[in-house]
C-alpha cells in the first residue's frame, strides 16, 4: 500500500480521532478547568510511563518483525508469542504492584493520596489495556490496515463515550478513571476484530518464549523503556516547573497546548507509524531508504507546516471553541508552539530510520539528551521570556534534535 493510499485510509480514523480528542478536551476543559488539566497530564504521563514498563514495551518491535517477515507466517507467529508472553507477565506484575502502591502513587503524580482508588482501576484493567496495544501492533505489522482503522474507531468512540459520562457525573476523579481505563474496553472490540482474519488465532499470541525472536525485542525493549522513562519524566518535571514559577492554571495551559498539538499533528505522527515504520523494516537498501525518506517529506512536513500556520492564524476561535474562555492565556504559547511542531515533524521522520532499523544505541542516547535539554532549556527560557518560554523550548529542543537527526542518520550512517 502506497503513502498516499494509506494516509488516506489511516486519515479516516485518524479524523474520528481527532474529533474525539477535541470532544474530550471541551468536556474537561469545562468540567474540570485548567488546574484539572494539569493534574490530567501527571496522570497520563503515569499511564505512559506504566504501560510501557508493563507491556514489556514491546510494541514497536512487534510491528518491525511483522512487517519484516512478511512472508514467514511462522516466524512472525514466535514473534508475536514471545511478546504476548513478556507482555502477559509484565502487566500482571505491574498490575500487583500498582494495586499495592496505588496511594504512593497518587501522592507522587497527583499530590493527593485519596486519587490513589483512580490507580486501582488501573490496576485492574492493565493487563487488557497492553493486550489491545499488542494487538493493534500486529495489525499495524500485516498491514492490515482496514482492520486496524476500525479498531481504532472503536477506541476513538469509547474514549469519547466513557470520558464524557464519567467527567460530567463524577468531575476530575472521573476523567482520570476514564483515560484509565478507556483502552481497556477497545481491547474486546479489537480482539474481535483480529479473530475474523484468517492468518490470526488467539494461541498465537501466547505461548513459549522462542531466544531468537527475545534477543530481536530487547533493542527496542530497551529504546521504548528509555523513552517511556525519558519523555514523561522531562514533561512532569516541566510542568512542576510552570506550576511552582507561573502557578497550576499556567501548568493546565501549557497541557492543553501541548493536548491540541497532538490532536493536529496526529494524522502526520499515525502515517508515520503505520506506513512509514513498516516501510523502512521491509527496505534494505540505503538508496531505497532514502527515497522514501526523501518521498515522506514532499508529503508530510508541507501538510504539518501549513496546519501550524491555519492553526496559529485561528488561535483565538480553537481556544474558545475547544476549550473556555479560561484558557486565553495559552494564546501566547501558539507561535513558538506551531514552530516547535513543524520542527518535531522534520526531525521525526529521519528519527523513525533508528526504529525501523533498531539503531537502539543511538536512540537511547538522543532520547536522554534531547529530553534532559527540554528541561534545562525550559529552566533557561521560561527566565529570560516568562511563561512563551516553554514553548521557545520546545521549537529549540526539536531543532537542534533535527540537526542531530540529519548528522548522525542522513549523513553518517550507513543504512
Known amino acids: 500500500m502506497t503513502l498516499v493510499k494509506t494516509s488516506l485510509l489511516n486519515g479516516i480514523a485518524v479524523i474520528v480521532k481527532m474529533l474525539t480528542l477535541l470532544g474530550i478536551n471541551k468536556v474537561l476543559a469545562i468540567y474540570v478547568g485548567p488546574a484539572g488539566y494539569a493534574a490530567i497530564g501527571q496522570f497520563q504521563n503515569a499511564v505512559q510511563m506504566i504501560t510501557t514498563f508493563g507491556s514489556g514495551?514491546?510494541?514497536?518491535?512487534?510491528?518491525?518483525?511483522?512487517?519484516?517477515?512478511?512472508?514467514?507466517?511462522?516466524?512472525?507467529?514466535?514473534?508475536?508469542?514471545?511478546?504476548?508472553?513478556?507482555?502477559?507477565?509484565?502487566?500482571?506484575?505491574?498490575?500487583?504492584?500498582?494495586?499495592?502502591?496505588?496511594?504512593?502513587?497518587?501522592?507522587?503524580?497527583?499530590?493527593?493520596?485519596?486519587?490513589?482508588?483512580?490507580?486501582?482501576?488501573?490496576?485492574?484493567?492493565?493487563?487488557?489495556?497492553?493486550?489491545?496495544?499488542?494487538?493493534?501492533?500486529?495489525?499495524?505489522?500485516?498491514?492490515?490496515?482496514?482492520?486496524?482503522?476500525?479498531?481504532?474507531?472503536?477506541?476513538?468512540?469509547?474514549?469519547?463515550?466513557?470520558?464524557?459520562?464519567?467527567?460530567?457525573?463524577?468531575?476530575?476523579?472521573?476523567?482520570?478513571?476514564?483515560?484509565?481505563?478507556?483502552?481497556?474496553?477497545?481491547?474486546?472490540?479489537?480482539?474481535?476484530?483480529?479473530?475474523?482474519?484468517?492468518?490470526?488465532?488467539?494461541?498465537?499470541?501466547?505461548?513459549?518464549?522462542?531466544?531468537?525472536?527475545?534477543?530481536?525485542?530487547?533493542?527496542?525493549?530497551?529504546?521504548?523503556?528509555?523513552?517511556?522513562?525519558?519523555?514523561?519524566?522531562?514533561?512532569?518535571?516541566?510542568?512542576?516547573?510552570?506550576?511552582?514559577?507561573?502557578?497550576?492554571?499556567?501548568?493546565?495551559?501549557?497541557?492543553?497546548?501541548?493536548?491540541?498539538s497532538a490532536a493536529y499533528l496526529m494524522l502526520v505522527s499515525s502515517t508515520l507509524s503505520v506506513y512509514y515504520l513498516p516501510r523502512l523494516a521491509e527496505l534494505k537498501n540505503s538508496q531505497h531508504i532514502k527515497s522514501e525518506i526523501i518521498n515522506v517529506y514532499k508529503l508530510i512536513l508541507p501538510i504539518a507546516a501549513l496546519s501550524g500556520i491555519v492553526i496559529y492564524i485561528l488561535r483565538d476561535f480553537l481556544i474558545l471553541i475547544l476549550f473556555t474562555n479560561n484558557f486565553s492565556p495559552m494564546r501566547d504559547l501558539f507561535a513558538w508552539q506551531m514552530i516547535g511542531d513543524t520542527l518535531k515533524i522534520a526531525s521525526w521522520i529521519l528519527a523513525y530510520v533508528m526504529l525501523g532499523k533498531a539503531m537502539f544505541k543511538i536512540y537511547i542516547v538522543s532520547e536522554i539528551f534531547f529530553s534532559a535539554l527540554f528541561i534545562f532549556s525550559t529552566f533557561g527560557f521560561t527566565h529570560f521570556y516568562g511563561f512563551e518560554g516553554v514553548a521557545i523550548s520546545h521549537a529549540f529542543t526539536y531543532g537542534i534534535y533535527w540537526i542531530f537527526t540529519y548528522c548522525f542518520i542522513w549523513r553518517k550512517l550507513n543504512f
Open 57 to 260: 514495551a514491546i510494541n514497536t518491535g512487534v510491528t518491525k518483525y511483522t512487517a519484516e517477515y512478511h512472508d514467514k507466517e511462522e516466524q512472525q507467529h514466535l514473534v508475536w508469542r514471545t511478546a504476548g508472553t513478556i507482555a502477559l507477565i509484565g502487566s500482571l506484575t505491574t498490575s500487583i504492584l500498582i494495586a499495592l502502591f496505588n496511594k504512593s502513587l497518587a501522592v507522587w503524580f497527583l499530590k493527593d493520596a485519596s486519587y490513589g482508588g483512580v490507580f486501582l482501576w488501573f490496576a485492574a484493567t492493565l493487563v487488557l489495556f497492553v493486550f489491545n496495544t499488542l494487538l493493534l501492533a500486529i495489525l499495524n505489522g500485516k498491514k492490515e490496515i482496514a482492520r486496524y482503522v476500525v479498531a481504532n474507531i472503536a477506541g476513538s468512540i469509547f474514549a469519547l463515550v466513557v470520558t464524557t459520562f464519567a467527567s460530567i457525573e463524577f468531575g476530575l476523579y472521573g476523567a482520570l478513571v476514564a483515560l484509565a481505563i478507556y483502552q481497556s474496553i477497545s481491547f474486546f472490540v479489537t480482539l474481535i476484530i483480529c479473530c475474523r482474519a484468517s492468518w490470526f488465532h488467539i494461541s498465537y499470541v501466547v505461548g513459549g518464549i522462542d531466544s531468537q525472536a527475545a534477543r530481536n525485542l530487547a533493542k527496542f525493549i530497551a529504546m521504548a523503556l528509555t523513552s517511556a522513562s525519558c519523555v514523561p519524566i522531562s514533561h512532569i518535571v516541566v510542568r512542576n516547573h510552570l506550576g511552582y514559577e507561573f502557578g497550576l492554571d499556567a501548568a493546565g495551559y501549557w497541557e492543553a497546548m501541548w493536548r491540541l
